[in-house]
């Protein structure tokens, strides 16, 4: 029988590196909605161990400083090697495999909900749900780009009393420039992008641009001048979700950083989020998210 996959969320990971060397502190920042590592090598080795498969809940961007690793992303085995940018994002089935002694990976994960705040919900194409995951090889120069940009990213966020607009101007940065690296790439790749394919990508593109007001699919295919059950139909076998949970899931992604990051009243969010009313609006944000808009906005 199939294992279960394991929810990798931010307390497990604190779980797993609970009883790891004490030098790892100096390697590791870890928040509710932010971790930067800029030494994996425990950690690969504390994962290894639990050997489980796991569904990352996150966003995560990183980069291989050296040796190589194997590992099984959504069924299909990755290799990853010295040089390589790598991602996953929320939703992908990870386990890993194995990783030779020498292998150092520099890099970080984010919550969906600290992403949309960073970039101001203005999602570059490669997060946006075209690509679950992605692995590139780049140049010298690349890599020391993005290598700096983690370490200047990992020395901000552990600095006490930091600043939280700058952590968020800074994941932005690493972010676009993951975006800029993957569209470079794909622009010297031949043109393979099937019709159902821009059909999926401009999909995504308007949810995560309109879905604050329009939470229904007869919006969407009026504007890409398609049926519903022909968007719906594409949707699904692009990306293995209905239409419909993505809506869901980019609704309640705005819910949640309103919540976390506006004084605003559930029943003000509820109206800049196009409810009919504050009780439908919690009665939504309940079933998707598993707890009322007052309990996510108390938790930690």
């Not at 425990?42 to 050296?66: E, H, N, T």
């Not at 398609?226 to 992604?253: C, F, H, M, P, Q």
């Amino acid at each position: 029988m199939q294992r279960k996959p394991e929810s990798l969320t931010f307390d497990r990971m604190r779980e797993m590196l609970a009883l790891t060397e004490s030098d790892m502190l100096d390697n590791l920042f870890i928040s509710n909605d932010l971790m930067i590592i800029s030494d994996v090598e425990l950690v690969i080795k504390r994962v290894l161990k639990v050997d489980a498969l796991f569904q990352i809940q996150d966003y995560r961007c990183g980069l291989v400083k050296s040796g190589r690793a194997r590992i099984r992303i959504n069924l299909i085995d990755r290799e990853m090697e010295k040089g390589m940018v790598v991602f996953v994002t929320p939703g992908t089935i990870v386990q890993p495999l194995e990783a030779s002694d020498d292998f150092l990976l520099t890099g970080m994960a984010i919550s969906p909900e600290m992403l949309h705040l960073s970039l101001n919900n203005h999602l570059p194409a490669i997060f946006n749900g075209k690509m679950m995951d992605g692995r590139l090889a780049v140049g010298d120069n690349e890599r020391d780009i993005v290598k700096r940009m983690f370490l200047l990213l990992h020395d901000v966020a552990k600095k006490e009393n930091c600043s939280r607009q700058i952590v968020l101007n800074l994941v932005a940065a690493v972010l676009n420039q993951y975006d800029l690296l993957f569209s470079e790439n794909e622009t010297r790749q031949p043109n393979s992008h099937s019709n159902e394919r821009y059909i999926f990508d401009r999909f995504i593109y308007l949810v995560n641009n309109n879905c604050n007001r329009e939470h229904q699919m007869n919006f969407y295919a009026d504007k890409m001048c398609l049926t519903e059950r022909y968007l719906g139909t594409v949707v699904r076998k692009a990306s293995g979700v209905t239409a419909k949970e993505w809506i869901d899931r980019a609704i309640i992604t705005s819910a949640k950083v309103m919540l976390k990051h506006d004084n605003k009243s559930a029943a003000q969010i509820a109206e800049e989020l196009n409810f009919n009313n504050p009780s439908f609006f919690s009665k939504y944000f309940k079933r998707i998210a598993g707890c009322t808009p007052q309990e996510y906005r108390n938790s930690e």
